[in-house]
């Protein structure tokens, strides 16, 4: 068989058992003229040369790897723009071609880390964004019929093991307009994380005008993330949106855009939960230099005025103060419709375990199977 042309939407990839490759429309958007798969007879360097707008060489090993998937972002393609994202056997083997890759899965009475969910920094502990879903997670089932979530801030004041750990919870207050609740991350007795969730009920607003500030908030083209989960794309200065971690590795100010794989497996992941995960990614926007990132977060705060709608979400760096080791970050937190809050960082120097994402595949931040 051979697809000649292949027009937005779709979605191309190689069934495990079945070479010929296979058509999955509305998965992902392909922003190309024409897609052209070479017929089941072709030989691998063929199939691997049939696919055009690879910026990046990738080998035809990769791509018939049982359960791969590739898929091209519409997002336009620089040199040093690696637009095909795999996303493997970790979502394939035993699950089904459209079985998507999530920070953590149910085994029991317990939540396993997936290699998402593990820290760049150290690969036997988890990361501040899979920590920050999980406290989310917690509180919200907490969160009173009418409320909305506020205010999240989380302490990161010891490393969480990529082992067993229980989460407790407590409502601290809950009136007729707030309500206000604590949860914790247990682990060995110990309590190494806490957090704290505001929810308050919704109203008019007061009358009279107030200031805001004009925002610019950058969004890349429509479709060129999945809705179940995509890598991130990143965008530095005036320069365009690109995944290509390397190629942002700059002084610019950063922009990020998410759409996010489910916190556990079988759940629909929430708009809290992609907040308070992003919350945890101001770190990356805010200090991810010349040189790479050299801080790690001591704590998180996300303050929304809203839930965020859809599943596209934007993270854009608005300030670094740093003095002595100790550098507080900003950023606005939004999506396709506009603002929805501002998320603190406080980070500490960790300039001996600092991460160089030029030498840092995107691959690995993403997560590939355990």
Same mark, same amino acid.
């Given at each position: 068989m051979r697809v000649k042309e292949l027009r937005v939407p779709g979605f191309l990839h190689r069934r495990g058992d079945n070479k010929q490759p296979h058509i999955e429309p509305e998965s992902l958007v392909v922003h190309a003229t024409s897609v052209s798969c070479a017929s089941s007879g072709a030989d691998d360097m063929q199939f691997a040369q049939s696919v055009s707008m690879v910026s990046h060489p990738i080998s035809a090993a990769a791509?018939?790897?049982?359960?791969?998937? #590739?898929?091209?972002?519409? #997002?336009?393609?620089?040199?040093s723009c690696n637009v095909f994202h795999f996303w493997g056997a970790s979502r394939g083997f035993g699950r089904g071609?459209?079985? =998507? =890759? %999530?920070?953590? #899965?149910?085994?029991?009475?317990? !939540?396993?880390?997936?290699? !998402?969910? !593990? %820290?760049?920094?150290?690969?036997?502990? !988890?990361s501040g964004t899979g920590v920050c879903g999980l406290l989310a997670r917690e509180l919200e089932g907490h969160c009173p019929d009418g409320f909305v979530p506020a205010r999240l801030t989380v302490d990161l004041y010891q490393p969480v093991a990529d082992a067993a750990f229980d989460m407790r919870s407590r409502v601290v207050r809950r009136g007729s307009r707030i309500a206000v609740i604590d949860a914790t991350l247990v682990q060995e007795g110990q309590e190494r994380v806490r957090a704290s969730a505001v929810f308050l009920t919704t109203g008019d607003e007061p009358p009279g005008q107030v200031w805001s500030r004009a925002e610019d908030l950058p969004t890349p083209p429509e479709g060129c993330v999945s809705p179940e989960g995509s890598p991130p794309l990143f965008k530095s200065g005036e320069h365009d949106w690109t995944s290509d971690f390397g190629a942002n590795q700059n002084g610019e100010r950063k922009v990020s855009w998410h759409s996010l794989p489910p916190l556990v497996a079988g759940e629909p992941i929430t708009p809290f939960q992609r907040a308070a995960i992003l919350g945890d990614a101001t770190n990356h926007v805010c200090h991810w230099g010349s040189e790479g990132a050299g801080y790690i977060n001591t704590d998180v705060t996300v303050a929304l005025s809203r839930l965020p709608i859809g599943h596209g979400l934007g993270l854009r760096a608005d300030n670094t103060i740093a003095a002595d080791g100790i550098s507080i970050g900003s950023a606005t937190l939004y999506d396709r419709t506009g603002p929805v809050g501002t998320c603190v960082v406080t980070t500490l120097s960790n300039a001996r375990r600092q991460i160089d994402f030029t030498t840092t595949t995107a691959a690995a931040l993403v997560g590939e199977p355990r």
């Amino acid at each position: 068989m051979r697809v000649k042309e292949l027009r937005v939407p779709g979605f191309l990839h190689r069934r495990g058992d079945n070479k010929q490759p296979h058509i999955e429309p509305e998965s992902l958007v392909v922003h190309a003229t024409s897609v052209s798969c070479a017929s089941s007879g072709a030989d691998d360097m063929q199939f691997a040369q049939s696919v055009s707008m690879v910026s990046h060489p990738i080998s035809a090993a990769a791509i018939r790897t049982p359960a791969a998937s #590739v898929s091209v972002c519409p #997002v336009p393609c620089q040199p040093s723009c690696n637009v095909f994202h795999f996303w493997g056997a970790s979502r394939g083997f035993g699950r089904g071609i459209n079985a =998507m =890759m %999530s920070f953590f #899965v149910r085994q029991g009475d317990q !939540l396993i880390a997936e290699k !998402l969910a !593990l %820290s760049p920094w150290a690969p036997d502990k !988890l990361s501040g964004t899979g920590v920050c879903g999980l406290l989310a997670r917690e509180l919200e089932g907490h969160c009173p019929d009418g409320f909305v979530p506020a205010r999240l801030t989380v302490d990161l004041y010891q490393p969480v093991a990529d082992a067993a750990f229980d989460m407790r919870s407590r409502v601290v207050r809950r009136g007729s307009r707030i309500a206000v609740i604590d949860a914790t991350l247990v682990q060995e007795g110990q309590e190494r994380v806490r957090a704290s969730a505001v929810f308050l009920t919704t109203g008019d607003e007061p009358p009279g005008q107030v200031w805001s500030r004009a925002e610019d908030l950058p969004t890349p083209p429509e479709g060129c993330v999945s809705p179940e989960g995509s890598p991130p794309l990143f965008k530095s200065g005036e320069h365009d949106w690109t995944s290509d971690f390397g190629a942002n590795q700059n002084g610019e100010r950063k922009v990020s855009w998410h759409s996010l794989p489910p916190l556990v497996a079988g759940e629909p992941i929430t708009p809290f939960q992609r907040a308070a995960i992003l919350g945890d990614a101001t770190n990356h926007v805010c200090h991810w230099g010349s040189e790479g990132a050299g801080y790690i977060n001591t704590d998180v705060t996300v303050a929304l005025s809203r839930l965020p709608i859809g599943h596209g979400l934007g993270l854009r760096a608005d300030n670094t103060i740093a003095a002595d080791g100790i550098s507080i970050g900003s950023a606005t937190l939004y999506d396709r419709t506009g603002p929805v809050g501002t998320c603190v960082v406080t980070t500490l120097s960790n300039a001996r375990r600092q991460i160089d994402f030029t030498t840092t595949t995107a691959a690995a931040l993403v997560g590939e199977p355990r």
